[in-house]
């Protein structure tokens, strides 16, 4: 998987559809991973990707952003 920078995260969570951001939809959402970006000293990470749909999402904690 990608690397990705902070400002692409952004980028894709602020085109997000309204009506997803916010939901909790599973693991198995995202069907094609595009990449991640984990903050600097954290133990976790955000994960972009494709849904079934098409639709480009970033999930942290199983909840897209």
Not at 22 to 48: F, H, K, M, Q
Request: proline residues 6%; glycine residues 10%; charged residues 20%.
């Amino acid at each position: 998987m990608n690397k990705l920078t902070k400002k692409q995260i952004r980028q894709i969570i602020d085109h997000t559809p309204a009506e997803l951001k916010g939901t909790s939809p599973g693991s198995s959402i995202i069907r094609e991973p595009l990449g991640y970006y984990s903050p600097t000293d954290a133990n976790w990470s955000y994960v972009a990707g494709w849904m079934k749909d098409g639709t480009l999402v970033v999930v942290r904690y199983g909840q897209i952003m």
